[in-house]
């Protein structure tokens, strides 16, 4: 916007200012306070927005303009940190990723915490049970007996593609909080757990591969898995989810037969 | 909730004092999804492994069995109106299709009833309803394949 302030106060429409960018667009944002009440409930909010802008900047310009009591999670807004998963017009998305033009503006825009967790207050979710699946699969590099990195592990550069699709994992919880298996029993690891396994298990200089597909092999594990596939449209790093956990009740299998 | 002094908010009129304090604890929210000491142990066994590769497997043989079965009973030579005691009693007098129905009776309700577990664990949210849910299904299962497998070895076809 080139139109300084002064000029738009007299002389109303300016030759330039009638193609302005911003519309308005309808945030229908779900809100809880325990504090308030036991119910959550739909607020709208009206914003003048411009429509390539991001669903963050929307709920940014709710937060810092209209209600500072809206809550929710971001931190980097760049998508990498994986902070501010919701569910946007009810798929599961990144709002620092999505952009407001690709979501239909015309409608209100719903915007939800992911589902399946514990809602704490607005869009913030208790992540524990999440990161607590995370922590089962064992997620860090695992030797025998060259616990001491006196040199560099060294891989080819084919070993290193066979995982290289579960190293995009931000642990931003859009696939777990998408599957149907994870919103009726949270006990079931969650496609996340099983991607940041198969980063591991896959990896030709782990050696703790068979411990975690042990772990993975339990009544909650990979044999859950229903292939519904809501995990890889979910994924905001276009991560093949449902193809990793299917990879890994291959290894199941053809490592016990 | 909604006392003079709050506002929809829930903050009180002094900035940043809560309607909540040490007395009136904010109410706490309980994790549903926590593990503890309730939360089922894990498995260190294959049953999961082998019951999913024995549905695929089962699947595959089962739609041989199910369709050939299906055409010999409904389409093939004159259709459904066929179908009398002579009928039954012609073929179970070969033990071809003696194996071929006991075959199909056992898979099938294996596969079904496990697909019906899957079904109960999926949708089944209390501990209560899943047993109760389940120990139905593996009477029902059981009972069926009993007397099927019964019929079908001593089946008689001289009854009258």
Known sequence: MATPTLEKADAAPEPGFADSPYITVTFRVRRFNPEVSAEAVWEDFQLEIDPKERVLDGLHKIKWDVDGTLTFRRS????????????????NR????????????????????????????????DMEPFFQAYRDVMPFLITKDTNEPTRERFQTAEDRERFDD???????????????????????????????????????????????????????????????????????????VTKAIQEVKRALITRRF | MATTETTASGIGPVEGGSVHNVDNPAPLIEAP????????????????????LFMRLSGIVLVVLVLGHLLIQLVLDGGVSKIGFAFVAGRWASPFWQVWDLLMLW???????????TVINDYAER????????GLLYTATVFTILLGTLVIFTFDP???
């Open chain 1, 166 to 240: 579960t190293t995009k994992c931000i642990l931003c919880a859009a696939c777990t909080s998408s599957c149907p298996v994870f919103w009726n029993d949270g006990q079931y690891f969650g496609p996340a757990a099983i991607v940041n396994a198969h980063r591991f298990i896959f990896d030709s200089r782990d050696e703790a591969g068979e411990q975690r597909l042990e772990i993975l092999n339990d009544r909650d594990g990979v044999w859950r898995c229903r292939t519904t596939f809501n995990c890889t449209d979910a994924c905001p790093r276009g991560i093949e």
């Open chain 2, 127 to 134: 501990a209560n309803t899943r047993l109760w849910l389940k």
């Open chain 2, 33 to 52: 999804r926590k593990r503890t000491k309730k939360s089922p142990k894990s498995t260190r066994g294959n049953f999961e492994m082998y019951g999913w």
């Open chain 2, 107 to 117: 898979l099938a309700m294996l596969h079904g009833a496990n697909g019906l577990r």
């Open chain 1, 76 to 91: 980097c807004a760049h998508g990498i940190c994986g902070s501010d998963a919701m569910r946007i017009n009810g798929k």
């Open chain 1, 94 to 125: 990144l709002a620092c990723k999505t952009l407001i033009k690709d979501i239909n503006p015309e409608k209100p825009i719903t915007v939800e915490p992911i589902k399946g967790l514990t809602v704490l207050k607005d869009l913030v979710v």
């Open chain 2, 158 to 160: 001289n009854i009258r």
